[in-house]
């Protein structure tokens, strides 16, 4: 599966520790991620990463672009809700497109939880 990792500032210690957690599910995966949390992720874990743009540069754009072509499967969006984002347009277009592609997007650690219990179940083979 292609899966996206995307986590704003005052989320990327909740995203390293999930995916740190789950590395062993996430290395049998093709993985993409905006340019600081992918730097971040591979620091951390040793995943090898395609990086795109730093979100506010460009790269949730980038990413949106991915779920257009039908390119990713699945989506870890770690959102801030609680701080300004400059990029805030980028941010709902990412989103918007995850709901118009169907692409299932955990925005948060309770559902990133329970998409990553459903990965490694297979439930995405079914779907
Ligand atoms: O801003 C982001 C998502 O909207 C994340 O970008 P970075 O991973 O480059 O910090």
Not at 29 to 54: D, M, N, P, Y
């Amino acid at each position: 599966m292609n899966i996206a990792l995307i986590a704003h500032d005052e989320k990327k210690e909740e995203l390293l520790k999930f995916v740190n957690e789950y590395k062993g599910e996430f290395a049998k995966h093709q993985l993409f991620a905006t340019g600081t949390t992918g730097l971040r992720v591979t620091e951390l874990t040793g995943l090898s990463i395609h990086r795109f743009k730093s979100g506010p540069l460009g790269g949730d754009q980038e990413i949106g672009a991915r779920i257009a072509n039908q390119e990713l499967d699945a989506v870890f969006f770690f959102r801030d809700p609680l701080t300004a984002q400059p990029h805030e347009p980028d941010v709902s277009a990412l989103v918007r497109l995850g709901d118009v592609y169907n692409i299932p997007m955990a925005t948060n650690i309770g559902s990133a939880n329970i998409l990553i219990k459903g990965i490694i179940r297979g439930d995405m083979q079914n779907a």
